[in-house]
């Protein structure tokens, strides 16, 4: 049976806190609010915890996790060979949606880093998240609190949805603030490479480090999450589509046999006069964007349609997020 527990996002109570806690120390999983999704959590030095996420998420070993830390003490337990650019953007950028790749500590489990001499290290800007951790007084390994493969949560009822009884407990502290995953940044290499695009974006890091490398080789992204699975999907076949207007629709949709129901999911104030299709319309501005779009897509999916086109948004600065998001998530052709 999976618990729920409700707190205030900017004042958890301490006595729920400490329940959660002590589901981490004794070697449980506790889903928890980030600033970016809900994270499914434990204790990441215990070999046998962190073998518990894999499982209840179904997740293949070959995905590392993150491991998050609530102090600059807490990094040393997990991480090693912290460069002065580093500490630098540690300075500039945590707490807060940036999670940086170092060398391993022997102490962390070969499962959270997929086997590899790296691990991937971040402090969440969330007072939940944060007291969690001191009071486990441990580094926390979490990946999204989803099934794999499926949108991540940012909201504890897509959590309990995917993984009820699955999963020890939940703390729920409303919705996310950003809605898509943190941006993961190479540090072993120099220059230093993006792994994986997020709300901290490449000219954010240009300002504090200098001019970063190329995108990663297959080898590099092995040491991030989030990379090389298709993620983020719905059930139906999605199709992504950069700008939309009537005619940019797929041809498939013109043939009436051919789909039982079609979602669109977009900003553009788009309407076709036939029953088989719905729309579910969000934002344009990348934040706004980044808090629906997979909310949208969970919505979509209780439609029970038989495809979902999504209107992408620009792509750069924040966007450049949304968009990897959603290009990892379609089972169909860009237009």
Same mark, same amino acid.
Request: without cysteine; charged residues 25%.
């Given at each position: 049976?999976?618990?729920?527990?409700?707190?205030?996002?900017?004042?958890?109570? *301490?006595? +729920?806190?400490?329940?959660?806690?002590?589901?981490?120390?004794?070697?449980?999983?506790?889903?928890?609010?980030?600033?970016?999704?809900?994270?499914?959590?434990?204790?990441?030095?215990?070999?046998?915890?962190?073998?518990?996420?894999?499982?209840?998420?179904?997740?293949?070993?070959?995905?590392?996790?993150?491991?998050?830390?609530?102090?600059?003490?807490?990094?040393?337990?997990?991480?090693?060979?912290?460069?002065?650019?580093?500490?630098?953007?540690?300075?500039?950028?945590? &707490?807060?949606?940036?999670?940086?790749?170092?060398?391993?500590? &022997?102490?962390? *489990?070969?499962?959270?880093?997929?086997?590899?001499?790296?691990?991937?290290?971040?402090? &969440?800007?969330?007072?939940?998240?944060?007291?969690?951790?001191?009071?486990?007084?441990?580094?926390?390994?979490?990946? @999204?609190?989803?099934?794999?493969?499926?949108?991540?949560?940012?909201?504890?009822?897509?959590?309990?949805?995917?993984?009820?009884?699955?999963?020890?407990?939940?703390?729920?502290?409303?919705?996310?603030?950003?809605?898509?995953?943190?941006?993961?940044?190479?540090?072993?290499?120099?220059?230093?490479?993006?792994?994986? *695009?997020?709300? +901290?974006?490449?000219?954010?890091?240009?300002? +504090?480090?200098?001019?970063?490398?190329?995108?990663?080789?297959?080898?590099?992204?092995?040491? @991030?999450?989030?990379?090389?699975?298709?993620?983020?999907?719905?059930?139906?076949?999605?199709?992504?589509?950069?700008?939309? @207007?009537?005619?940019?629709?797929?041809?498939?949709?013109?043939?009436?046999? @051919?789909?039982?129901?079609?979602?669109?999911?977009?900003?553009?104030?788009?309407?076709?006069?036939?029953?088989?299709?719905?729309?579910?319309?969000?934002?344009?501005? *990348?934040?706004?964007?980044?808090?629906?779009?997979?909310?949208?897509?969970?919505?979509?999916?209780?439609?029970? #349609?038989?495809?979902?086109?999504?209107?992408?948004?620009?792509?750069?600065?924040?966007?450049?997020?949304?968009?990897?998001?959603?290009?990892?998530?379609?089972?169909? #052709?860009?237009?």
């Amino acid at each position: 049976m999976t618990q729920v527990l409700q707190l205030e996002a900017k004042s958890p109570r *301490p006595e +729920v806190i400490e329940q959660a806690a002590a589901v981490i120390r004794t070697g449980g999983l506790v889903a928890f609010p980030t600033e970016t999704v809900y994270g499914l959590g434990a204790d990441a030095l215990n070999e046998a915890a962190v073998a518990r996420i894999f499982e209840a998420k179904g997740r293949p070993p070959d995905n590392p996790l993150i491991a998050h830390v609530a102090n600059r003490e807490m990094l040393d337990v997990v991480a090693t060979g912290i460069s002065e650019n580093a500490e630098r953007l540690i300075e500039r950028f945590w &707490p807060g949606p940036l999670t940086i790749v170092l060398q391993r500590q &022997p102490v962390v *489990p070969f499962s959270i880093s997929a086997g590899l001499p790296t691990v991937a290290v971040r402090m &969440p800007k969330h007072d939940v998240a944060l007291a969690l951790i001191r009071a486990s007084n441990t580094p926390i390994a979490a990946p @999204s609190a989803n099934r794999s493969g499926k949108p991540s949560p940012t909201l504890a009822a897509h959590v309990l949805e995917d993984l009820r009884g699955r999963i020890d407990l939940i703390l729920d502290a409303g919705a996310t603030e950003i809605g898509v995953e943190s941006t993961v940044l190479d540090m072993t290499i120099d220059p230093p490479v993006i792994l994986r *695009p997020g709300w +901290v974006t490449s000219e954010m890091l240009n300002d +504090v480090i200098g001019p970063l490398g190329l995108s990663g080789s297959d080898e590099l992204l092995m040491r @991030s999450p989030g990379t090389r699975h298709r993620h983020y999907s719905p059930r139906a076949r999605l199709i992504l589509i950069e700008e939309t @207007s009537p005619e940019q629709l797929p041809d498939i949709y013109a043939d009436p046999r @051919s789909h039982r129901s079609i979602v669109f999911i977009g900003h553009s104030d788009l309407y076709i006069d036939d029953p088989r299709f719905h729309t579910i319309q969000i934002g344009s501005d *990348p934040g706004e964007y980044a808090r629906s779009i997979y909310a949208a897509l969970r919505e979509a999916d209780r439609l029970n #349609p038989d495809l979902i086109i999504v209107e992408g948004i620009s792509d750069s600065g924040e966007g450049a997020a949304v968009m990897d998001r959603l290009r990892r998530a379609a089972s169909g #052709p860009s237009k």
